[in-house]
C-alpha cells in the first residue's frame, strides 16, 4: 500500500495537539444542571474523543491511500509540431541555397511528408506573429498554406522571437514543441525569452537557416548597406542555440532540407522516448478510513444525544 497524497498527514500533529487541549478543557467542565437532575455527568472518554477521531481518519482518506495493481504501455497521443517560419528582411541571405527563405519553405515540406506520428501548425514571424495554417495532419493543406503566404506583403522586416513566444504561448495544449526556421533574428533579451517559453511549456528547436560566416542581404535596391554606406552582412544569430537549448531542445545545423527533416523527427522523437508511457493503475482504498470517520461522527453526535435524554429521563421519572 502507498499513499499518492502523504503531505495531508502532516496535519495530524496540530490537530493531535488541539484534540488533547480540548479533551483536556471537557475534562474539568461542569455541566450547568443540578445535581439531582444529572444522575452521572461522566461522558467516556471515546465519546468525548469521536469527533476528533473521525476528523483524524478523514485526513487518513484524504492523503489517498491505494494499492498497486499494474502499469500497461498508453500510445503516445497524436501531438502538435508547431512551425515558425522567418519570414523577415535578413533571410534573403544566400549562405543557404538558394537563400534562406526558401530553404526553410524545403526543409517545412520534407518534415511534414516524413513525419506521420505529429499534427502540424503553420505559423509566420517578423515583429509580429501570424497563423499560417491551424494544427492539421493533412501535409497538402500545410505545403498548400506554405505555399500561398507570400512575405512581400509583410510591412514588418525585424524579427521578434518574443511577439512568436507570447503567441504559442496562447496556443491549446500543456506542454508544446516548437521548431522555429530562422537566422536568429535581432538581439533580444535572452533571458526574458527563455523565461517565456519556461513558463509556457515550450520546448524549441532552433533550425538554422544562416551560418556562422554570414551572408549579404538583397533588398529592393541592390544590397543592402547600413548608414555609414557599408554592406550588411547578416550571420547566425546565438540566441537560436541559447534558447533551444535552455528550454530542452536542441539547434538543428544541417546543409540540406532533407537532413533537417530527418534531425528534427530525431531530436523530437528522443525527447519522447525519455517521457514514462506508462499508466499505472491503483486500486482506491480512500473508503475504508472514511468509513470509520463516519462511524466516530455518528458515535459522538448520536452518544451525546442518547445520554442526556435518557439521563433526564430517568432522573424525571424518580
Known amino acids: 500500500m502507498r499513499l ?7 496535519l495530524l500533529i496540530p490537530f493531535a495537539l488541539f484534540a488533547w487541549l480540548r479533551f483536556n478543557e471537557e475534562k474539568k467542565s461542569i455541566l ?3 445535581p439531582k437532575i444529572v ?34 504501455q498508453v500510445a503516445p497521443s497524436l501531438k502538435t509540431l508547431y512551425l515558425a517560419i522567418d519570414a523577415s528582411a535578413s533571410m534573403q541571405g544566400v549562405d543557404r541555397k538558394p537563400n534562406r527563405y526558401i530553404f526553410a519553405k524545403e526543409a517545412i515540406k520534407k518534415l511534414v511528408e516524413s513525419d506521420k506520428s505529429h499534427k502540424f501548425a503553420l505559423l ?13 495532419q493533412d501535409s497538402e493543406l500545410i505545403r498548400a498554406a506554405l505555399e500561398s503566404f507570400n512575405r512581400e506583403f509583410i510591412l514588418t522586416h525585424g524579427t521578434s522571437l518574443k511577439s512568436l513566444l507570447e503567441m504559442v504561448a496562447k496556443m491549446s495544449g500543456e506542454n508544446k514543441e516548437l521548431v522555429v526556421f530562422s537566422d536568429g533574428g535581432d538581439s533580444e ?8 517559453a519556461q513558463n509556457n511549456n515550450i520546448r524549441i528547436y532552433g533550425v538554422a537557416c544562416a551560418t556562422k560566416d554570414g551572408s549579404k542581404i538583397r533588398g529592393c ?23 533551444s537549448l535552455k528550454t530542452g531542445g536542441a539547434l538543428i545545423d544541417e546543409n540540406t532540407p532533407d537532413k533537417i527533416a530527418q534531425a528534427i523527427i530525431e531530436n523530437v522523437e528522443a525527447v519522447r522516448l525519455k517521457k514514462d508511457n506508462e499508466e499505472v493503475r491503483y486500486r482506491e482504498l480512500f473508503w475504508i478510513p472514511l468509513l470509520f470517520g463516519i462511524f466516530f461522527f455518528l458515535l459522538g453526535t448520536i452518544s451525546i444525544k442518547t445520554f442526556i435524554v435518557e439521563k433526564v429521563g430517568y432522573n424525571i421519572k424518580k
Open 4 to 10: 499518492l497524497y502523504p503531505e495531508f498527514l502532516w
Open 32 to 34: 450547568p444542571l443540578h
Open 39 to 72: 444522575i452521572d455527568s461522566k461522558i467516556k472518554p471515546i465519546v468525548r474523543l469521536a469527533p476528533f477521531i473521525a476528523l483524524a481518519w478523514m485526513l487518513a482518506a484524504l492523503s489517498r491511500p491505494v494499492i498497486q495493481e499494474k502499469s500497461t
Open 124 to 136: 509566420a514571424f517578423t515583429t509580429n506573429a501570424l497563423i499560417i495554417s491551424p494544427p492539421t
Open 189 to 196: 533579451d535572452v533571458g526574458e525569452l527563455i523565461k517565456i
Open 221 to 243: 535596391n541592390g544590397w543592402l548597406k547600413d548608414e555609414s554606406g557599408r554592406l550588411v552582412v547578416s550571420v547566425l544569430n546565438p540566441q537560436l542555440e541559447i534558447l
